[in-house]
Structures are given as C-alpha cells and as structure tokens.
C-alpha cells in the first residue's frame, strides 16, 4: 500500500504570494493532520481534520488555512508568504482510533524568498 | 500541553542498547507517552506508546514509573541507520502531536 503521499516536494515563493499543498491520506484513513517544521526544531501542529471537517488548530495566524475533500485528501493554503513561513511542510494521516499513532508523508520544503 | 525535557544529543556505540530518557513532570491523567522517530529529510515516524509500566514492541521498549512523570525509552542493540533524532510527546491520544526539540541519537561504527 501507497503511503502517505505530499505534492509538490519543492517550491520557491516570493513574499506576499500564496501557496497550495497537496496531501493524499493512506487508504482509509479520515484523519488528516498539517504540521510545520522549521529547520532544528521539532514538527509544530497547524490543522487536524476528520470527516471533512477541523477538528483542531494549532497556534498559526489567519494566514494558514486547509481543507478536507471527500476523497479525505487535503489542501494546506498559506496567503501573504512571509519569510518566517519557509519551512518542511508535513501531512500525517491515522485512523480515528489511532491514538497518536500517525503516518507522516516526506513532506513539502517551501523557501520564501 | 504537558511540556517534555530531554537531552539534546547523545552518541553511542553500533549494538549497545540505548536508552533515552524524557522528563514530563506535570503529565495530565488523560496524558499517554509517545514517541517518533525523525531522519533527516522524511517525516517523523511512530516507534511506540503507553500509559504506564512497560512496552514492548518489535523495534523498543518503554518504561514509565509509577508517577509517569519521566520514561525511557530503550533500543536494543543499535546499528547506524538509527542515528535520528527521537521525539518524546505527551498528550490526549487526539492526533495533535506536540513536538519537541528532540534528542539527536548518533550511533558510532
């Protein structure tokens, strides 16, 4: 089975633009979470959603917003890049009874220049 | 969240054991220990998790006293590719994972 699966797996972004990132959950998972990893630091959290809907959000400004199709894959959107915002981008997938047990995706690297 | 404190780095030699140690001091009683796995350039990946006493799974063990306020968990016999960076959490089982800084693990030939 296809693990978790992220697109694209670069991008470069100049300040103020928007970016969109892509995430393909492990077959029959309906839990998708985002996570941000700045470069030295752990993996911070930015959105969990279940059935399509945010079941929970992490400390990130307005400017980070996400969605869950039917298919249970995922968008993570960021407008008004800044360069703070240059970092590993992470999806995780899990079951709903998986208990913090979650499948990690190789991640985006967005650069903000 | 209940905040984790661990060392930040530690060598050791290819099929020792090696544990690693986590302090949460104010753990929450709804609180479970978990713990990832992260090479460079990939995701974190899940190694185990409990409440209390031990666990053992094919690849480690975990041990949490009885006042859960600190665990260990434990690698046997390490070889070069577990040279990662090990992450200690500690939270409601609700898949919003509070990652640390982690312990950086270098194992040597």
């Known amino acids: 089975d296809a693990g978790v699966t992220q697109s694209p797996t670069h991008l470069i972004k100049t300040r103020g633009q928007h970016v969109t990132l892509r995430c393909s959950p492990i077959?029959?998972?309906?839990?998708v979470s985002w996570y941000q990893q700045v470069l030295g630091q752990g993996p911070q959290f930015i959105f969990q959603y279940y059935e399509k809907e945010e079941r929970g959000r992490g400390n990130f400004p307005d400017r980070f917003s996400a969605r869950q199709f039917p298919n249970y894959s995922s968008e993570l959107n960021v407008n008004a890049l800044l360069l703070g915002d240059s970092a590993l981008y992470l999806c995780a997938s899990s079951l709903p009874t998986g208990g913090n047990e979650q499948f990690f995706g190789p991640g985006t690297r967005l650069t903000v220049l | 969240l209940a905040k984790t404190t661990q060392p930040i780095s530690m060598d050791s030699y290819e099929g020792q054991e090696v544990n690693i140690t986590c302090s949460h001091n104010?753990?929450?009683?709804?609180?479970?220990i978990t713990w990832y796995q992260q090479f460079p350039s990939q995701g974190p990946r899940f190694i185990i998790q409990?409440?209390?006493t031990k666990v053992t799974n094919e690849v480690a063990s975990l041990f949490i006293p009885a006042d859960r306020k600190s665990s260990t968990l434990s690698l046997p016999r390490v070889s070069l590719s577990d040279t990662a960076v090990y992450y200690c959490?500690?939270?409601?089982?609700?898949?919003?994972?509070?990652f640390g800084k982690g312990n950086q693990v270098v194992v040597i030939p």
């Open positions: 959490l500690v939270g409601e089982r609700n898949n919003r994972l509070a």
């Open positions: 077959s029959g998972h309906k839990s």
């Open positions: 104010n753990i929450a009683t709804n609180d479970y």
């Open positions: 409990g409440y209390k």
